[in-house]
C-alpha cells in the first residue's frame, strides 16, 4: 500500500497535517512525509516526533518532489499559498493537491480568478474533525476515524484525481461525502462556524462582567462543555469568520431572530412557547446523538 499516496507534502504541520500524516504512515500509504512551512521550530518539532521524514521551508522544492500536496494552513494563508502554486498546476501538471481549510468559497473563487478555470488535479476537501488544542504536537493517527471528510468536486475536476484523494481520506478512517462548494459553506457556518462564534462571544462576555471571576468559579459542566471551542486557535477562527463572511452573517441572523423569539417568550412568562422550543431542541438534539452514536458503531 505504500504508493497509495506516493511522497507526501504537507504544507502547515499543525493538528490536522500532522495526524494526516501519522494515520497515513501507520496504514502504510505514504513512501516519505515533507514538512514545508514558514516557521521552521514547528515543522523541526514534526521530525523529532516522527510525524515527517525531512521538512524544508521552500514551497517549490515541496511541490518539485511530492505527489500529494496537502494545504493544511489556516484559511486566509491557503489561499495565498494557493496563489503561488497556481501556475505549477496549469494543464494538469504537478502534483494532486488538495486541502483541509473549513471555508471552501474563498479557495474556489482564488482559483478560478487566477487560472480561469479550477485545475484538474486540484480537489478541494475539508475534514470535519479538530481538537481546541491546536499544533503538531496535538496531532494523532486516530483522529479523522469516523468522522467525516467532505470533497467538493466540480465540473473541472479531473475524476481520477478526486477518487485519490477520496481513498487517501478513506485509508485514515474517515466516511468521505461530496457536497457543493456552496452547500459546504453554508452547512459549515451553521454547525462550525456559528458555535464557535457563540461560544467566544458568551465567554467573552461573561469575563467582562464586574463579577467575572465568581461567574467562572460558579460555572458548572454545561458551561465547561458549551464553552470548550473557546479554547480554539483565535487566528484560524478569525479568518474563517473572515473567508465564510456572507453565509456566517445569514447563520448569526437567524440565529438572533430565534435568539428574540425565545427572548420574548421568557419576558412575556410564555410557558407554553419556552416549552416548545425546549421540546424540539432536545428532540433534535437527542436525534443527532443517535446518528453519531451510529458511526462509531460503523
Not at 149 to 163: K, Q, R
Not at 214 to 232: K, L, M, N, P, Q
Request: charged fraction near 25%.
Amino acid at each position: 500500500m505504500s504508493d497509495a499516496v506516493g511522497i507526501l507534502a504537507i504544507v502547515g504541520l499543525g493538528l490536522i497535517g500532522g495526524s494526516l500524516a501519522r494515520a497515513l504512515r501507520e496504514r502504510g500509504a505514504v513512501q516519505r512525509v515533507i514538512g514545508c512551512g514558514y516557521r521552521e521550530p514547528s515543522l523541526r518539532r514534526g521530525l523529532e516526533l516522527g510525524v515527517i521524514d525531512e521538512f524544508t521551508l521552500d514551497l517549490d522544492e515541496a511541490l518539485d518532489r511530492a505527489d500529494t500536496l496537502v494545504l493544511c494552513t489556516p484559511t486566509l494563508t491557503a489561499s495565498d499559498v494557493l496563489e503561488k502554486i497556481l501556475p505549477r498546476l496549469s494543464g494538469g501538471a504537478g502534483p494532486l493537491v488538495t486541502d483541509v481549510a473549513s471555508v471552501k468559497g474563498s479557495l474556489y473563487r482564488t482559483a478560478v480568478a487566477a487560472a480561469g478555470v479550477m485545475p484538474p488535479r486540484l480537489v478541494l476537501g475539508h475534514p470535519i474533525a479538530g481538537s481546541e488544542r491546536s499544533g503538531v504536537d496535538a496531532s494523532r493517527a486516530d483522529l479523522f476515524v469516523n468522522h467525516r471528510v467532505i470533497l467538493t468536486p466540480v465540473e473541472d475536476n479531473d475524476p481520477d484525481a478526486v477518487a485519490r484523494v477520496r481513498a487517501m481520506w478513506e485509508l485514515t478512517g474517515a466516511e468521505v461525502v461530496e457536497m457543493s462548494v456552496a452547500q459546504h459553506d453554508a452547512v459549515l457556518a451553521a454547525t462550525s462556524h456559528l458555535p464557535h462564534v457563540l461560544a467566544y462571544a458568551l465567554v467573552d462576555a461573561l469575563a467582562a462582567a464586574p463579577d467575572s471571576d465568581e461567574v467562572f468559579r460558579c460555572a458548572a459542566g454545561g458551561f465547561r462543555d458549551f464553552t470548550r471551542i473557546a479554547s480554539s486557535d483565535p487566528v484560524m477562527w478569525r479568518d474563517i469568520a473572515l473567508a465564510n463572511r456572507e453565509a456566517l452573517l445569514g447563520a448569526i441572523d437567524r440565529f438572533a431572530d430565534h435568539l428574540q423569539q425565545l427572548r420574548d417568550a421568557v419576558d412575556a412568562g410564555d410557558a407554553e412557547g419556552m416549552h416548545e422550543t425546549f421540546t424540539r431542541a432536545k428532540n433534535a438534539r437527542d436525534a443527532f446523538a443517535d446518528i453519531l452514536a451510529d458511526r462509531e458503531k460503523g
